[in-house]
Protein backbone atom coordinates (compact mmCIF):
# COMPACT_ATOMS: atom_id res chain seq x y z
CA UNK A 1 0.00 0.00 0.00
CA UNK A 2 3.08 2.87 0.53
CA UNK A 3 4.74 1.68 -2.39
CA UNK A 4 1.48 1.92 -4.42
CA UNK A 5 0.60 5.66 -2.91
CA UNK A 6 4.06 6.27 -3.38
CA UNK A 7 3.36 5.59 -7.11
CA UNK A 8 0.09 7.87 -7.13
CA UNK A 9 2.16 11.05 -5.41
CA UNK A 10 5.31 10.45 -8.12
CA UNK A 11 2.71 10.51 -10.96
CA UNK A 12 0.66 13.55 -9.58
CA UNK A 13 4.14 15.30 -9.46
CA UNK A 14 5.11 14.54 -12.61
CA UNK A 15 1.93 15.48 -14.18
CA UNK A 16 1.82 18.97 -12.26
CA UNK A 17 5.46 19.28 -13.68
CA UNK A 18 4.53 18.44 -17.12
CA UNK A 19 1.52 21.08 -16.64
CA UNK A 20 3.86 24.00 -15.40
CA UNK A 21 5.54 23.63 -18.39
CA UNK A 22 3.88 26.13 -20.73
CA UNK A 23 3.42 28.59 -18.44
CA UNK A 24 7.32 28.71 -17.54
CA UNK A 25 7.43 28.73 -21.51
CA UNK A 26 5.22 31.84 -21.54
CA UNK A 27 7.52 33.73 -19.16
CA UNK A 28 10.74 32.87 -21.05
CA UNK A 29 9.12 33.94 -24.29
CA UNK A 30 8.64 37.21 -21.99
CA UNK A 31 12.02 37.71 -21.90
CA UNK A 32 12.59 37.96 -25.77
CA UNK A 33 13.53 34.58 -25.81
CA UNK A 34 12.73 32.73 -29.13
CA UNK A 35 10.60 29.22 -29.44
CA UNK A 36 13.98 27.75 -31.06
CA UNK A 37 16.57 28.88 -28.80
CA UNK A 38 14.15 27.75 -25.58
CA UNK A 39 13.41 24.68 -26.82
CA UNK A 40 16.90 23.63 -27.98
CA UNK A 41 18.26 25.34 -24.17
CA UNK A 42 15.40 22.66 -22.55
CA UNK A 43 16.56 19.61 -24.73
CA UNK A 44 20.57 20.33 -24.22
CA UNK A 45 20.20 20.80 -20.34
CA UNK A 46 18.02 17.69 -20.27
CA UNK A 47 20.04 15.42 -22.41
CA UNK A 48 23.27 16.66 -20.29
CA UNK A 49 21.83 15.55 -17.38
CA UNK A 50 20.38 12.07 -18.57
CA UNK A 51 23.32 12.06 -20.63
CA UNK A 52 25.48 12.36 -17.37
CA UNK A 53 23.49 10.16 -14.95
CA UNK A 54 23.85 6.63 -16.96
CA UNK A 55 27.28 7.58 -17.81
CA UNK A 56 27.83 7.53 -14.26
CA UNK A 57 25.97 4.57 -13.52
CA UNK A 58 27.50 2.75 -16.50
CA UNK A 59 23.88 2.13 -18.14
CA UNK A 60 24.79 3.99 -21.35
CA UNK A 61 25.05 0.54 -23.31
CA UNK A 62 25.92 -0.10 -26.84
CA UNK A 63 23.41 0.54 -29.38
CA UNK A 64 22.76 -1.34 -32.90
CA UNK A 65 23.08 0.30 -35.84
CA UNK A 66 19.44 0.40 -36.38
CA UNK A 67 18.60 1.73 -32.77
CA UNK A 68 20.71 4.76 -33.28
CA UNK A 69 18.99 5.19 -36.75
CA UNK A 70 15.47 4.69 -35.00
CA UNK A 71 16.13 7.04 -32.31
CA UNK A 72 17.77 10.13 -34.32
CA UNK A 73 14.18 9.37 -36.12
CA UNK A 74 11.67 9.46 -32.83
CA UNK A 75 14.28 12.05 -31.41
CA UNK A 76 15.55 14.32 -33.88
CA UNK A 77 12.34 14.13 -35.98
CA UNK A 78 9.29 13.22 -34.64
CA UNK A 79 9.99 14.52 -30.88
CA UNK A 80 11.61 17.66 -32.32
CA UNK A 81 8.38 18.28 -34.43
CA UNK A 82 6.40 17.71 -31.60
CA UNK A 83 7.78 19.61 -29.54
CA UNK A 84 8.09 22.87 -31.79
CA UNK A 85 4.32 22.62 -33.10
CA UNK A 86 3.50 22.60 -29.64
CA UNK A 87 5.66 25.52 -27.76
CA UNK A 88 4.41 27.55 -31.42
CA UNK A 89 1.19 26.58 -29.65
CA UNK A 90 1.77 28.26 -26.36
CA UNK A 91 3.55 31.41 -27.91
CA UNK A 92 -0.20 31.65 -29.99
CA UNK A 93 -2.97 30.73 -27.89
CA UNK A 94 -3.50 30.60 -24.14
CA UNK A 95 -1.45 28.19 -22.92
CA UNK A 96 -4.47 26.39 -21.35
CA UNK A 97 -6.05 26.03 -24.71
CA UNK A 98 -2.62 25.06 -25.88
CA UNK A 99 -2.06 22.16 -23.37
CA UNK A 100 -6.07 21.11 -23.74
CA UNK A 101 -5.76 20.59 -27.64
CA UNK A 102 -2.90 18.44 -27.13
CA UNK A 103 -4.59 15.89 -25.21
CA UNK A 104 -6.83 15.03 -28.60
CA UNK A 105 -3.57 12.65 -28.61
CA UNK A 106 -5.03 9.91 -26.63
CA UNK A 107 -8.16 9.36 -28.56
CA UNK A 108 -5.54 9.49 -31.51
CA UNK A 109 -3.32 6.83 -30.44
CA UNK A 110 -6.23 4.32 -29.74
CA UNK A 111 -7.02 4.76 -33.91
CA UNK A 112 -3.52 4.39 -34.56
CA UNK A 113 -2.96 1.36 -32.70
CA UNK A 114 -5.72 0.01 -34.31
CA UNK A 115 -4.71 0.55 -37.58
CA UNK A 116 -1.30 -0.47 -36.91
CA UNK A 117 -2.73 -3.53 -34.95
CA UNK A 118 -5.11 -4.49 -37.98
CA UNK A 119 -7.79 -5.09 -35.23
CA UNK A 120 -11.62 -4.78 -35.94
CA UNK A 121 -12.64 -1.44 -35.55
CA UNK A 122 -14.74 -0.98 -32.86
CA UNK A 123 -16.96 1.38 -30.81
CA UNK A 124 -14.17 1.33 -28.49
CA UNK A 125 -11.93 2.67 -30.96
CA UNK A 126 -13.87 5.15 -33.09
CA UNK A 127 -15.36 6.23 -29.47
CA UNK A 128 -12.99 7.89 -27.68
CA UNK A 129 -11.79 10.15 -31.04
CA UNK A 130 -15.33 11.30 -31.56
CA UNK A 131 -15.71 12.00 -28.01
CA UNK A 132 -12.50 14.40 -27.94
CA UNK A 133 -13.82 15.75 -31.26
CA UNK A 134 -16.93 16.59 -29.83
CA UNK A 135 -14.88 18.79 -26.67
CA UNK A 136 -12.86 20.12 -29.17
CA UNK A 137 -15.59 21.93 -31.31
CA UNK A 138 -16.36 23.59 -27.78
CA UNK A 139 -13.00 24.27 -27.07
CA UNK A 140 -12.22 25.91 -30.16
CA UNK A 141 -15.40 27.34 -30.35
CA UNK A 142 -16.00 30.16 -33.47
CA UNK A 143 -12.65 30.61 -35.37
CA UNK A 144 -13.52 34.44 -36.38
CA UNK A 145 -13.99 35.27 -32.52
CA UNK A 146 -10.14 36.45 -32.45
CA UNK A 147 -9.06 32.96 -31.96
CA UNK A 148 -5.39 32.58 -33.77
CA UNK A 149 -5.84 29.75 -36.54
CA UNK A 150 -1.90 29.22 -36.29
CA UNK A 151 -1.84 28.65 -33.06
CA UNK A 152 -5.06 26.47 -32.81
CA UNK A 153 -3.50 24.18 -36.24
CA UNK A 154 -0.54 23.65 -34.81
CA UNK A 155 -1.92 22.71 -31.15
CA UNK A 156 -3.91 20.13 -32.86
CA UNK A 157 -0.70 18.98 -35.38
CA UNK A 158 1.10 18.45 -32.07
CA UNK A 159 -1.62 16.25 -30.82
CA UNK A 160 -1.59 14.54 -34.35
CA UNK A 161 2.29 14.31 -34.18
CA UNK A 162 2.48 12.69 -30.78
CA UNK A 163 -0.04 10.21 -31.22
CA UNK A 164 2.25 8.60 -34.68
CA UNK A 165 5.36 9.27 -32.55
CA UNK A 166 4.06 7.17 -29.41
CA UNK A 167 2.65 4.53 -31.63
CA UNK A 168 5.65 4.14 -33.53
CA UNK A 169 7.98 4.80 -30.86
CA UNK A 170 6.75 2.02 -28.95
CA UNK A 171 6.97 -1.12 -30.98
CA UNK A 172 10.24 0.14 -32.38
CA UNK A 173 12.06 1.33 -28.87
CA UNK A 174 10.50 -1.52 -26.35
CA UNK A 175 14.21 -3.12 -26.79
CA UNK A 176 15.78 0.13 -24.83
CA UNK A 177 15.10 1.06 -21.28
CA UNK A 178 12.66 3.55 -20.80
CA UNK A 179 15.85 6.24 -19.77
CA UNK A 180 18.31 5.01 -21.93
CA UNK A 181 15.50 6.27 -24.50
CA UNK A 182 14.96 8.84 -22.93
CA UNK A 183 18.98 10.00 -22.60
CA UNK A 184 19.25 9.28 -26.55
CA UNK A 185 15.82 10.85 -27.70
CA UNK A 186 16.76 14.58 -25.77
CA UNK A 187 19.87 14.16 -27.14
CA UNK A 188 18.61 13.85 -31.11
CA UNK A 189 16.17 16.09 -30.62
CA UNK A 190 19.15 18.80 -29.41
CA UNK A 191 20.99 18.39 -32.57
CA UNK A 192 17.91 19.12 -34.84
CA UNK A 193 17.16 22.41 -32.95
CA UNK A 194 20.67 23.25 -33.38
CA UNK A 195 20.88 22.95 -37.19
CA UNK A 196 17.33 25.03 -36.94
CA UNK A 197 18.79 27.44 -35.01
CA UNK A 198 21.72 27.65 -37.57
CA UNK A 199 19.30 27.64 -40.71
CA UNK A 200 17.46 30.46 -38.92
CA UNK A 201 20.29 32.69 -38.74
CA UNK A 202 22.20 31.38 -35.23
CA UNK A 203 21.37 30.95 -32.04
CA UNK A 204 19.56 34.33 -30.67
CA UNK A 205 20.88 34.63 -26.91
CA UNK A 206 19.81 38.33 -26.59
CA UNK A 207 16.85 37.99 -24.17
CA UNK A 208 17.04 39.14 -20.89
CA UNK A 209 18.48 37.41 -17.86
CA UNK A 210 15.57 36.22 -16.49
CA UNK A 211 15.18 33.50 -19.60
CA UNK A 212 17.93 31.53 -18.46
CA UNK A 213 15.86 31.14 -15.21
CA UNK A 214 12.48 30.00 -17.14
CA UNK A 215 14.56 28.07 -19.75
CA UNK A 216 15.93 26.14 -16.84
CA UNK A 217 12.40 25.50 -15.51
CA UNK A 218 11.03 23.94 -18.45
CA UNK A 219 14.19 21.33 -19.06
CA UNK A 220 14.76 20.25 -15.18
CA UNK A 221 10.94 20.60 -13.55
CA UNK A 222 9.48 19.98 -16.14
CA UNK A 223 11.24 17.57 -18.26
CA UNK A 224 13.99 16.07 -16.26
CA UNK A 225 12.10 15.73 -13.00
CA UNK A 226 8.56 15.03 -14.90
CA UNK A 227 10.11 11.96 -16.90
CA UNK A 228 11.69 10.69 -14.24
CA UNK A 229 8.77 10.98 -11.90
CA UNK A 230 6.52 9.42 -14.36
CA UNK A 231 9.09 6.64 -14.82
CA UNK A 232 9.03 6.05 -11.01
CA UNK A 233 5.21 6.21 -10.67
CA UNK A 234 4.42 3.78 -14.03
CA UNK A 235 6.79 1.18 -12.19
CA UNK A 236 4.18 0.60 -9.21
CA UNK A 237 0.93 1.66 -11.12
CA UNK A 238 1.52 -0.18 -14.76
CA UNK A 239 1.47 2.52 -17.64
CA UNK A 240 -2.74 2.39 -18.02
CA UNK A 241 -3.35 3.96 -13.85
CA UNK A 242 -0.37 6.31 -14.15
CA UNK A 243 -1.53 7.64 -17.77
CA UNK A 244 -5.11 7.98 -16.29
CA UNK A 245 -3.38 10.23 -13.06
CA UNK A 246 -1.29 12.17 -15.75
CA UNK A 247 -4.80 13.56 -17.05
CA UNK A 248 -3.73 16.23 -13.65
CA UNK A 249 -1.71 17.83 -16.67
CA UNK A 250 -3.97 19.83 -18.30
CA UNK A 251 -5.35 20.41 -15.00
CA UNK A 252 -2.67 21.98 -13.69
CA UNK A 253 -1.92 23.91 -16.75
CA UNK A 254 -5.64 25.50 -16.81
CA UNK A 255 -5.65 26.13 -12.86
CA UNK A 256 -1.61 27.91 -13.19
CA UNK A 257 -2.75 29.59 -16.37
CA UNK A 258 -5.40 31.46 -14.38
CA UNK A 259 -3.69 32.05 -11.39
CA UNK A 260 0.19 32.75 -12.44
CA UNK A 261 -1.51 34.50 -16.25
CA UNK A 262 -5.03 36.00 -15.52
CA UNK A 263 -5.54 33.91 -18.45
CA UNK A 264 -9.38 32.95 -18.33
CA UNK A 265 -11.17 29.81 -20.43
CA UNK A 266 -14.89 31.01 -21.22
CA UNK A 267 -17.29 27.98 -19.41
CA UNK A 268 -18.18 26.62 -22.59
CA UNK A 269 -14.23 25.83 -23.32
CA UNK A 270 -14.08 24.61 -20.04
CA UNK A 271 -16.60 22.33 -20.26
CA UNK A 272 -15.50 21.44 -23.63
CA UNK A 273 -11.92 20.52 -22.30
CA UNK A 274 -13.43 18.48 -19.84
CA UNK A 275 -14.87 16.21 -22.96
CA UNK A 276 -11.42 16.10 -24.22
CA UNK A 277 -10.21 14.63 -21.28
CA UNK A 278 -12.99 12.16 -21.10
CA UNK A 279 -12.22 11.18 -24.61
CA UNK A 280 -8.69 10.86 -24.03
CA UNK A 281 -9.49 8.69 -21.12
CA UNK A 282 -11.26 6.46 -22.74
CA UNK A 283 -8.62 6.37 -25.45
CA UNK A 284 -6.27 5.56 -22.82
CA UNK A 285 -8.54 2.52 -21.64
CA UNK A 286 -9.38 0.81 -24.85
CA UNK A 287 -5.66 0.86 -26.01
CA UNK A 288 -4.39 -2.30 -25.75
CA UNK A 289 -1.07 -2.72 -23.51
CA UNK A 290 1.42 -5.17 -23.93
CA UNK A 291 3.18 -6.66 -21.08
CA UNK A 292 3.33 -5.84 -17.84
CA UNK A 293 5.43 -3.36 -16.23
CA UNK A 294 8.91 -3.97 -14.84
CA UNK A 295 11.70 -2.39 -12.98
CA UNK A 296 13.71 -2.86 -15.97
CA UNK A 297 10.74 -1.32 -18.46
CA UNK A 298 8.81 0.78 -16.09
CA UNK A 299 6.34 1.90 -18.33
CA UNK A 300 5.82 -1.84 -19.79
CA UNK A 301 6.13 -1.99 -23.86
CA UNK A 302 3.25 0.60 -24.90
CA UNK A 303 4.50 3.55 -22.34
CA UNK A 304 7.51 3.78 -22.72
CA UNK A 305 9.87 7.20 -23.08
CA UNK A 306 8.14 8.40 -26.14
CA UNK A 307 4.92 8.68 -24.17
CA UNK A 308 6.28 10.15 -20.96
CA UNK A 309 6.29 13.56 -22.09
CA UNK A 310 4.68 16.70 -23.28
Known sequence: MVVMRRGVV???VSASAFGLMPVFAFYAYGTGMSVTTLLLLRFAIAAAVFLGWLGLRGRLGRLTGRQWATLALLGGGM???QSLLYFTAVQRIAPALAVLLLYLYPGLVSVLSAVVERTRVSWSVVGPIL???AGLTLVVGRLDAGLDLL???AAVGAAVTYAFYIVLGSRVSASLSPAVTTAYLTMFA????????????????GFAPAGW????????????LAIALFFAGATTLGPVRASILSMLEPVVAVLAAWLLLGG????????????????AVWGILATPVRGDASPEDPAGEETTAVSASS
Not at 196 to 204: E, M
Open 131 to 133: VSL
Open 79 to 81: YAA
Open 264 to 279: TLSWPQLAGGAVVLAG
Open 213 to 224: VWAAAVAIVSTV
Open 151 to 153: GVL
Open 190 to 205: TGSFALLGLALGGLDL
Open 10 to 12: ATL
